[in-house]
């Protein structure tokens, strides 16, 4: 059983940054992809980045160039940084990790960018 524990969210204007990390309580090394989701009120979660344990990372189109996640091996995290932030990326972020065709979540934290 993976746990997840999510932490760094917050309120922050429009063009602030805010950093968000994950503490995983298995090597990151073992587990084939880590993410961030999001979930915005009224909508359903969506994906905003993943990283694989070999180091490929992908984006949604929405925050490519603003946002870079990272895993840190020796501290077992997975970071997410978010610049140049925007209202519409307001939400609950959750950190996911899947292994064998499980998936696992942490609790969420909120993030709320104001204009």
């Known amino acids: 059983q993976v746990q997840l524990v999510e932490s760094g969210g917050g309120l922050v204007q429009a063009g602030g940054s805010l950093r968000l990390s994950c503490a995983v309580s298995e090597s990151t090394f073992s587990i084939p992809m880590m993410g961030w989701y999001r979930q915005a009120p009224g909508k359903q979660r969506e994906l905003v980045a993943t990283?694989?344990?070999?180091?490929?990372?992908d984006y949604a189109e929405s925050v490519k160039g603003r946002f870079t996640i990272s895993t840190d091996n020796a501290k077992n995290t997975v970071s997410l940084q978010m610049n140049s932030l925007k209202p519409e990326d307001t939400g609950v972020y959750y950190c996911?990790?899947?292994?064998?065709?499980?998936?696992?979540w942490g609790q969420g934290t909120q993030v709320t960018v104001s204009s």
């Open positions: 990283i694989t344990n070999g180091g490929w990372r």
């Open positions: 996911g990790a899947k292994r064998l065709s499980v998936d696992y």
